[in-house]
């Protein structure tokens, strides 16, 4: 609120102004046929209706005091009262308003932004069609277990709708539509329950596992005066502290893990907080046991040399124990499935099999991310990174001398294992390192050498969509190096989400790097707006093979199993004809736009002016032309 408790535009002066504008231009008619005149009607009293104090007000108070700092919305008349009370009554600052050209971005960079901030952004979202629009990414950040607190804007009432917008876009069951991948919903019938939900929704989505929310904001609620009103209060938040895993299945868990010759860890979404990474280096170096990091969450360092993540498949077949630490698709990881037209499944492991996940604590039935059934030997049903502290002192009390020798020496060989994965994929880099379109290795090659020296964040997945090349290649050695993917796999989610990353990474100063695939990117260019007009720092590189690429090998695998050829797959797949300019288009929404880069030369000179831009406050997209992958 601003210290004077008034807004900055006083309600009353702004439609006296209006009004003195209208007297004072007046408008002459043509004059009418006699025929045509009519007589005079009778003189209708206008009254303009103010009041300088609307429900709208004290909802900024509630989100004032739950410490947001930005809402992303693409504005809609749904919550056109908490708008205006926003931008004049709270002063347009925590929460900032921060202009999106679509719903599906508000909410994927709520879900970047809290990969590195730790904390939900506020977004708001019209109506029925507003909603519609933001639902896969609400789906994305669902599967990825990440809060964003989400006000709906809707007129329940239908004796108050004011156009057949108004009837259009509302509904009776706003959040119905998303009730399946959200956590909580509540429709507040006034400001006190208002208030009551608002912290209650955020204490939920905090609480592990986390999934965004849904408020409804009714527009009559927002609008109605509350001048002299006393009742108005705001519960004080409080926090759930994540379920930790009970001592009896730890300390069997522990015994497990010491006994094990063979164990392996594999890191899914565990690193809820920074503080996940150190548990995880502290449990893999007291065992020397080797890490399998999925890339869903920046878990443990990719040049440790317990990283062995490059070799995942031969330490899981040799196995004697597998943990399982958030891990999303366990069966997938310890079975082979056969991608021919008759689906098989088979067994890669005789190990035992352990997991500490709070998975099975928010699990639903329709929308079914949850991947195939694993029976397990030990299942510990609790937050993993709340689990590993007490884990890890289990651990500590059960190792002998004998044992600490032994795993010294299991630690010395998979040093060796770790150091000759790296050696190979520096060989493998250098294949088609003169191409032209540039390799997708070349184009990572490059940038890490302009970034090794920055303080930087990659905002972008480490994925098959440029084959692990940044994991494979780059030193990711701090807890905010890389924030993992979409959990959903929903297009569009990319740039977005990288702008939301950038957002947050500005007050830290850091370098925020976006590798862009170029299908992704035409969900929902409009964020490169939002970016140029927030002044948000971002270097986008786009990694441009002008198709859907995955999809095409999609295509192509049907296309064999039917024996037909893949000579015809760029069918429907490719987008070439005509090429995208990226840098024109960035250039369209006033950002710096270079290329399109083809020539590997070329791709450095420009990676390092696009990098003084960005330090220098402004976002900038670099057009690079790539091999597929």
Known sequence: M?????????????????????????????????????????????????????????????????????????????FRGIHES????????????????HEESSV??????????????????????????????????????????????????????????????????????VRDFTKFDDAPVSLPQFAESAVR????????????????????????????????VIPKLGFTAPPAGDSASVNELAGMLVQAESPVILAGRLARTHAGMAHLLELAELLQAPVVDSGQRMNFPNRHPLNLSGS???????????????????????NNISRQMEYKSRPITKAKLASISAGDRLAKSNYQEFQRYQALDLDIA???????????????????????????ARGVKLAEQHASNLEQARLDA?????????????????????IRHEDWCLASGSNIFVSNWPMRLWDFDKPYRHVGGSGGAGMGYGAPSAVGVALANRKYGRLTVNIQTDGDLMYAPGVLWTAAHHRIPLLTVMHNNRAYHQEQMEVQVMANEHNRGITRTSIGTHLNDPPIDYAKLA????????GPIEKPEDLAPALRRGIEIVKGGEPVLIDVVTQPR
């Open 430 to 450: 250098s294949y088609a390192w003169d191409a032209c379109p540039v390799s997708v290795a070349r184009l990572c090659s490059e940038l890490w050498a302009q």
């Open 201 to 232: 929704a955020y204490k939920i989505a905090m609480t592990a596992p986390s999934a965004p929310v849904v408020l409804v904001a009714d527009a009559e609620l927002s609008e109605v005066p509350i001048v002299g009103r006393t009742d108005l």
């Open 382 to 408: 609790a937050d993993a990174e709340a689990t590993l502290p007490s884990l890890v002192e289990a651990v500590r009390r059960q190792i002998t001398g004998d044992k600490k020798r032994a795993f010294d």
């Open 587 to 594: 250039q369209s929404m006033g950002m710096m736009g270079i």
């Open 86 to 101: 926003v931008i004049n009554y709270g002063g347009n600052t925590k929460p900032e308003f921060i202009t999106c050209c």
């Open 312 to 334: 995942s498949r031969t330490l899981i077949e040799n196995a004697d124990l597998i943990l399982g630490l958030e891990t999303v698709d366990f069966y997938g990881t310890v």
């Open 2 to 78: 601003l210290e004077s408790g008034k807004p900055l535009v006083g309600r009353r002066s702004f439609l006296s102004n209006a009004a003195a504008f209208a007297a004072a231009a007046p408008v002459t008619l043509p004059a009418l046929e006699p025929s045509a005149v009519q007589e005079p009607a009778t003189p209708t009293h206008v009254e303009v209706q103010t009041t300088e104090r609307p429900g709208a007000d004290f909802m900024i108070d509630v989100f004032k005091a739950l410490g947001f700092e930005y809402l992303c919305a693409n504005p809609g008349s749904a």
């Open 108 to 177: 994927a960079m709520g879900h970047g932004y809290f990969k590195v901030e730790g904390k939900p952004m506020l977004v708001f979202a019209h109506g029925t069609v507003g909603l519609q629009h933001a639902s896969m990414a609400v789906y994305n950040a669902y599967c990825d277990r990440v809060p964003v607190f989400i006000v709906l804007g809707n007129n329940l009432n239908a004796a108050t709708r004011r156009s057949s917008v108004d009837w259009l876009h509302s509904v009776q069951d706003a959040a119905g539509l």
